[in-house]
């Protein structure tokens, strides 16, 4: 799967997180993920690629993160002034 930067990500148990970039490991040059939590602390956190999108456990999701289609408020807006719109005869 193809990470997204800047992409928010639901974590299987429920929390969102966002991608800030994608690193290699300086010893083993595996490539990891560095992401950071949307609640709290904002914490910063680095997980190997391959384990961000591992399959889970979960009636919820399929994989440990998956990526999420976040519409934005003006998009929002525009469809719910289009549908109040008075149509006219």
């Known amino acids: 799967m193809e ?3 800047h992409g928010v990500y639901r974590h299987y148990k429920g929390d969102l997180y966002i ?3 994608v690193a290699t490991h300086s010893e083993t040059l595996e ?3 560095v ?3 949307l609640y709290g602390d904002n914490k910063l956190w680095v ?3 391959k384990m961000f999108f ?3 456990d979960s009636n919820l999701q ?3 993160f998956e990526l999420q289609f976040i519409k934005s ?3 929002k807006n525009k469809m719910h002034k289009r549908l109040k719109r008075p149509r006219v005869l």
């Open 31 to 33: 490539t990891m993920v």
């Open 54 to 56: 591992d399959e889970v």
């Open 19 to 21: 991608v800030e970039d």
């Open 62 to 64: 399929k994989h440990r």
């Open 73 to 75: 408020v003006k998009e």
């Open 47 to 49: 997980r190997p690629a």
């Open 35 to 37: 992401y950071r939590a």
């Open 3 to 5: 990470i997204k930067i």
